[in-house]
């Protein structure tokens, strides 16, 4: 997808339009409750100037229209908590499609953005910052339109009251309002700047208190005893956080307490000036004492509910900013987001070529790979060694159409890799990296995963890849076999060891139609030995596929049909096991240095 392609910018406006789409009909009664809502506080100011002015006429008329207007403003407060009873279950409905529209959303454009990004610390603090904050920013800002609403209305009523008696109060009030309002959208801004800022540091908390608090960690928090001390790193860690948040909350308090006075001022000028109306009988006590209140509900309104409704909606405006930026971000072919089963028929892998490939990862400036040549043959089986950062990871990002900005060109069956769309790509090669996913699935579910397109494998066929690479006993002592779920999610999950775990990705890679198998460091948790006999068993049971293993550890090494020696961007040596021993260079040197990991071989 092209960037910026058909892409929906968000904002003020959608702050109304995005609840509306998601809750139609709950939207459309909720703001119309909003509107009846709006209107109480006119309403009660007339119901209440007349109980009061009954109460006072009680000795001369009697208590009948006291007790009519006390009836009428029960009546009044009953139907106001019924409006508010029925926002607040709306609202709720209302919020949770929301979530689940704004969520998606997110989610479907994490998952469809191209990898770059996923390497990138601004890419993935923005990242952070729009899972975080995109319902609380949507679901605030909604609530603070209706709010805008609901005062506008409110101060047109108050002002409607006042226009003969005090007309320049108005103007007074709402002039000393505009400087808080600018004031507030400045704050508002810092706020958000200040929000970016920790963001980084917010994440840090995040993974400590992950630690400290979390199933999965619990025995080494018991064995190191690290609760007390990391505790501390979390506690100075969330204090930063505060701390900052806090500081840009007190300067706006101070300023807009300081502001308010004025308009303090201006209400109680107002009030003063009502008070000959009130002495010559042109406006009863009832209706002065009720605007009273009302006009000191506007001070508060214009001190603190204006001046929060600018912050926050500038707040959005900013965030709205960072939240189209993120959805302007280059996403991968749509073709390409669902993986197509292996068709026999159809493709032959034959080669892959590396020829003059050079590469630097984004943002940087070393050159990984520099005029590397290399050559894959079709059913042989090929190590990748050398040291960290010399490209041996790098080469499987390549040919996965993770990263597609190398000069030079890779070959496959003799064309450009470029010409071959990603999801075809994805048909002839299967990978286990060193990071492997941990799936909270089935033994089952967890094996099929690579090959999810093709029918499901029988159980005896299942149970003897699992015999063959050492989980069979394993899996038979659990009490629902193939059936049982892994991981900690669930009540009666059974977790496995790092090395069942590595044994069980293994599989699942083998498990794949795909002719090239790719194995990134898959072994690493499992010792120098067993990590030998794993791959030995690999090679032996996939003898028809191409096989490209990637390990710092090479006791396996001498049961492959070409080993490559990485380094300085290219390839430094190449040969068999017995032809790289005779040469006693580089891979001599690396070998001996391990030879007693493996004791007689």
């Given at each position: 997808?092209?960037?910026?392609?058909?892409?929906?910018?968000?904002?003020?406006?959608?702050?109304?339009?995005?609840?509306?789409?998601?809750?139609?009909?709950?939207?459309?009664?909720?703001?119309?409750?909003?509107?009846?809502?709006?209107?109480?506080?006119?309403?009660?100011?007339?119901?209440?100037?007349?109980?009061?002015?009954?109460?006072?006429?009680?000795?001369?008329?009697?208590?009948?229209?006291?007790?009519?207007?006390?009836?009428?403003?029960?009546?009044?407060?009953?139907?106001?908590?019924?409006?508010?009873?029925?926002?607040?279950?709306?609202?709720?409905?209302?919020?949770?499609?929301?979530?689940?529209?704004?969520?998606?959303?997110?989610?479907?454009?994490?998952?469809?953005?191209?990898?770059?990004?996923?390497?990138?610390?601004?890419?993935?603090?923005?990242?952070?910052?729009?899972?975080?904050?995109?319902?609380?920013?949507?679901?605030?800002?909604?609530?603070?339109?209706?709010?805008?609403?609901?005062?506008?209305?409110?101060?047109?009523?108050?002002?409607?009251?006042?226009?003969?008696?005090?007309?320049?109060?108005?103007i007074l009030i709402f002039g000393f309002s505009?400087?808080?309002?600018?004031?507030?959208?400045?704050?508002?801004?810092?706020?958000?700047?200040?929000?970016?800022?920790?963001?980084?540091?917010?994440?840090?908390?995040?993974?400590?208190?992950?630690?400290?608090?979390?199933k999965d960690k619990e025995e080494e928090r018991?064995?190191?005893?690290?609760?007390?001390?990391?505790?501390?790193?979390?506690?100075?860690?969330?204090?930063?956080?505060?701390?900052?948040?806090?500081?840009?909350?007190?300067?706006?308090?101070?300023?807009?307490?300081?502001?308010?006075?004025?308009?303090?001022?201006?209400?109680?000028?107002?009030?003063?000036?009502?008070?000959?109306?009130?002495?010559?009988?042109?406006?009863?006590?009832?209706?002065?004492?009720?605007?009273?209140?009302?006009?000191?509900?506007?001070?508060?309104?214009?001190?603190?509910?204006?001046?929060?409704?600018?912050?926050?909606?500038?707040?959005?405006?900013?965030?709205?900013?960072?939240?189209?930026?993120?959805?302007?971000?280059?996403?991968?072919?749509?073709?390409?987001?669902?993986?197509?089963?292996?068709?026999?028929?159809?493709?032959?892998?034959?080669?892959?070529?590396?020829?003059?490939?050079?590469?630097?990862?984004?943002?940087?400036?070393?050159?990984?790979?520099?005029?590397?040549?290399?050559?894959?043959?079709?059913?042989?089986?090929?190590?990748?060694?050398?040291?960290?950062?010399?490209?041996?990871?790098?080469?499987?990002?390549?040919?996965?159409?993770?990263?597609?900005?190398?000069?030079?060109?890779?070959?496959?069956?003799?064309?450009?890799?470029?010409?071959?769309?990603?999801?075809?790509?994805?048909?002839?090669?299967?990978?286990?990296?060193?990071?492997?996913?941990?799936?909270?699935?089935?033994?089952?579910?967890?094996?099929?995963?690579?090959?999810?397109?093709?029918?499901?494998?029988?159980?005896?066929?299942?149970?003897?890849?699992?015999?063959?690479?050492?989980?069979?006993?394993?899996?038979?002592?659990?009490?629902?076999?193939?059936?049982?779920?892994?991981?900690?999610?669930?009540?009666?999950?059974?977790?496995?060891?790092?090395?069942?775990?590595?044994?069980?990705?293994?599989?699942?890679?083998?498990?794949?139609?795909?002719?090239?198998?790719?194995?990134?460091?898959?072994?690493?948790?499992?010792?120098?030995?067993?990590?030998?006999?794993?791959?030995?068993?690999?090679?032996?049971?996939?003898?028809?596929?191409?096989?490209?293993?990637?390990?710092?550890?090479?006791?396996?090494?001498?049961?492959?049909?070409?080993?490559?020696?990485?380094?300085?961007?290219?390839?430094?040596?190449?040969?068999?096991?017995?032809?790289?021993?005779?040469?006693?260079?580089?891979?001599?040197?690396?070998?001996?240095?391990?030879?007693?990991?493996?004791?007689?071989?």
């Amino acid at each position: 997808m092209e960037k910026g392609k058909g892409l929906k910018k968000y904002n003020l406006i959608s702050l109304v339009s995005t609840p509306l789409k998601a809750a139609p009909f709950a939207s459309g009664v909720y703001l119309l409750m909003k509107a009846i809502g709006a209107v109480v506080p006119l309403i009660a100011i007339k119901l209440d100037a007349g109980f009061v002015d009954a109460v006072l006429k009680i000795k001369d008329k009697g208590i009948n229209k006291a007790l009519f207007w006390l009836i009428l403003i029960a009546l009044f407060i009953f139907i106001s908590e019924l409006v508010n009873y029925i926002s607040r279950l709306l609202w709720e409905k209302i919020e949770i499609k929301l979530n689940e529209e704004l969520l998606i959303r997110v989610s479907d454009k994490t998952s469809a953005v191209k990898y770059k990004y996923m390497e990138n610390k601004e890419a993935l603090d923005l990242i952070s910052r729009v899972n975080e904050n995109i319902v609380p920013y949507f679901s605030e800002g909604f609530l603070k339109c209706l709010h805008a609403f609901d005062m506008a209305i409110r101060v047109c009523g108050i002002s409607i009251i006042l226009i003969n008696g005090a007309w320049w109060g108005i103007i007074l009030i709402f002039g000393f309002s505009i400087p808080l309002c600018i004031m507030a959208q400045k704050s508002g801004a810092e706020h958000y700047e200040a929000a970016i800022s920790v963001t980084e540091k917010k994440r840090k908390t995040e993974v400590l208190n992950d630690i400290l608090c979390s199933k999965d960690k619990e025995e080494e928090r018991f064995l190191f005893g690290f609760s007390t001390e990391l505790g501390k790193k979390w506690e100075e860690s969330f204090k930063q956080v505060c701390g900052i948040q806090l500081g840009v909350r007190k300067k706006w308090f101070i300023k807009m307490k300081a502001s308010g006075v004025f308009v303090c001022g201006a209400s109680m000028l107002i009030i003063v000036s009502l008070l000959p109306a009130v002495i010559s009988g042109s406006m009863n006590v009832g209706l002065f004492i009720s605007l009273i209140n009302a006009i000191l509900e506007l001070m508060q309104e214009t001190t603190w509910g204006l001046t929060e409704i600018v912050d926050s909606l500038t707040r959005t405006n900013h965030f709205f900013k960072d939240l189209n930026s993120f959805f302007s971000w280059e996403e991968i072919d749509e073709k390409d987001k669902n993986r197509m089963p292996y068709d026999k028929e159809a493709f032959v892998f034959k080669s892959l070529v590396f020829r003059n490939t050079s590469f630097t990862y984004p943002d940087t400036k070393k050159q990984v790979l520099k005029n590397l040549f290399l050559e894959i043959r079709e059913g042989k089986h090929y190590a990748l060694v050398g040291s960290n950062g010399e490209g041996k990871t790098t080469i499987i990002k390549l040919l996965l159409g993770l990263y597609d900005g190398y000069g030079g060109d890779i070959l496959l069956n003799g064309e450009s890799i470029r010409k071959v769309p990603v999801r075809e790509r994805n048909q002839i090669f299967s990978v286990v990296f060193q990071d492997f996913v941990r799936y909270s699935m089935t033994v089952r579910e967890n094996v099929e995963l690579g090959n999810i397109s093709h029918k499901e494998i029988k159980e005896e066929e299942l149970l003897k890849l699992l015999d063959k690479v050492g989980l069979k006993n394993k899996i038979d002592s659990l009490s629902d076999g193939v059936e049982h779920v892994l991981g900690k999610l669930e009540k009666d999950g059974q977790d496995l060891s790092g090395g069942e775990w590595q044994k069980l990705a293994i599989l699942r890679a083998m498990c794949s139609p795909a002719p090239v198998l790719l194995l990134d460091e898959p072994a690493s948790a499992l010792d120098p030995e067993s990590e030998r006999d794993i791959y030995y068993l690999f090679l032996n049971l996939m003898k028809e596929k191409t096989a490209v293993i990637i390990s710092h550890r090479l006791g396996f090494t001498r049961w492959v049909d070409e080993i490559l020696v990485l380094g300085n961007g290219g390839v430094l040596e190449k040969g068999t096991f017995d032809e790289l021993i005779s040469k006693k260079g580089i891979f001599y040197e690396m070998f001996e240095s391990q030879k007693k990991w493996y004791g007689k071989q």
